[in-house]
Nanobody, 114 residues
Framework: QVQLVESGGGLVQAGGSLRLSCVAS????????MAWYSQAPGNQRELVAT???????YYADSVKGRFTISRDNAKNTVFLQMNRLKPEDTAVYYC????????WGQGTQVTVSA
């Protein structure tokens, strides 16, 4: 089993920045890739960014050039640096780990005011 705990959400004005963190514990050796998803009210959960064990990254078109996903293997932590935030980025952000299983954190709220 893998446990994921997110932090770092909050309220920020448009144009501002936030950094989300996701700390993994448990059978982390079984995880091949980590990702961040967002879910706005009334919408489906959407993929924001991924990072593989080898460090390869992927970004949704809507966040390219603004968000950066990274990982600190020593601390079992994945980050999402979010810059130039827009009101449409407002959502609950979830950390996801994929490997033997598919694991989710509890989510952290990001609210961007106009």
């Amino acid at each position: 089993q893998v446990q994921l705990v997110e932090s770092g959400g909050g309220l920020v004005q448009a144009g501002g920045s936030l950094r989300l963190s996701c700390v993994a514990s448990g059978s982390i050796f079984s995880i091949n890739a980590m990702a961040w998803y967002s879910q706005a009210p009334g919408n489906q959960r959407e993929l924001v960014a991924t990072i593989t064990r080898g460090g390869s990254t992927y970004y949704a078109d809507s966040v390219k050039g603004r968000f950066t996903i990274s990982r600190d293997n020593a601390k079992n932590t994945v980050f999402l640096q979010m810059n130039r935030l827009k009101p449409e980025d407002t959502a609950v952000y979830y950390c996801n780990g994929v490997g033997v299983g598919n694991y989710w954190g509890q989510g952290t709220q990001v609210t961007v005011s106009a």
